[in-house]
Each structure stands twice: as C-alpha cells, then as structure tokens.
Nanobody, 119 residues
Framework: QVQLVESGGGLVQAGGSLRLSCAASGSIFSIKTMGWYRQAPGKQREFVARINSGGSTNYADSWKGRFTISRDNAKNTVYLQMNSLKAEDTAVYYC?????????????WGQGTQVTVSS
C-alpha cells in the first residue's frame, strides 16, 4: 500500500509558475515510477510526466519545455515544476506511483490538487 498526498496547487495568473509536490508514504521502497496526470474540466485524464527510481523522465509532448518533473528519494517526494502557465493548464493534477503488486504493476493515485490559471 502506498499513500500519496499532493500539495502546491492554487490560483495563478497566466505566465506564472507553480510547483506541485507529492509525498509518498507506505511501501515506498517498492515504488518504480512516480508521475503526474491531469484532468481539465470536461476532458479525460491525461498523462503529463513520469520519473523512475533512477531519475529517468518521460513527458507528454504537449508540456515538454514548460513542465519539469523531479524526485527527492530522501523525502519520498516527487515534484512538478510548471512554468509559463496558460489558462488551458487549468486542471486537477494527480500524482501516481507504480509498484509491483502480486507480480503486476499497479498504479496508486493521490486525491488531486486543483490548479487554476487566470487569463
């Protein structure tokens, strides 16, 4: 079992920045990758970025260059630095953690943190 708690969301003006944090607890030593998804109003949840235990990262093409994912293993925390925010970045941002459960990879999800970008 893994528990994920996101923080750092809020209201920001277009062009501004926010850093989201996601703290993991529980079976943290089994976590292989952590990542971020987002869900905008009226849209499906979509992948933003992920980082594995070795620090390798993957991004959705839409946010390369504006968003940066990082991980502090000592704090069991993953971050999403978001710069040059746009109104269309308004969404609930969810943290995920993938780890093996009964031989299969299983994704745990946080409750989400709201990001609102005003134009």
């Amino acid at each position: 079992q893994v528990q994920l708690v996101e923080s750092g969301g809020g209201l920001v003006q277009a062009g501004g920045s926010l850093r989201l944090s996601c703290a993991a607890s529980g079976s943290i030593f089994s976590i292989k990758t952590m990542g971020w998804y987002r869900q905008a109003p009226g849209k499906q949840r979509e992948f933003v970025a992920r980082i594995n235990s070795g620090g390798s990262t993957n991004y959705a093409d839409s946010w390369k260059g504006r968003f940066t994912i990082s991980r502090d293993n000592a704090k069991n925390t993953v971050y999403l630095q978001m710069n040059s925010l746009k109104a269309e970045d308004t969404a609930v941002y969810y943290c995920t953690a993938a780890l093996p459960v009964a031989g299969l990879m299983y994704d745990y999800w946080g409750q989400g943190t709201q990001v609102t970008v005003s134009s």
